[in-house]
């Protein structure tokens, strides 16, 4: 997962990015939209490692 943070509201990559913490799956952009959001001055790009919820059984 790729939490990407904007310091004010603004579009780049195709994206219309919120103010503030915006999630994306990996995978979810391109090389060349990824490329285009770390060059952006106004985001921050955080990789995330994505985890499984929870840890035991339901059924207990």
């Given at each position: 997962m790729m939490i990407i943070t904007a310091s004010e509201a603004c579009r780049r990559a195709g994206i219309d990015f919120k103010k503030g913490e915006n999630k994306f799956k990996s995978g979810e952009l391109s090389a060349a939209q990824l490329a285009q959001v770390e060059a952006d001055p106004r985001l921050s790009v955080q990789v995330v490692s994505?985890?499984?919820?929870?840890?035991?059984?339901?059924?207990?």
């Open positions: 994505e985890q499984k919820k929870g840890g035991q059984d339901a059924s207990n």
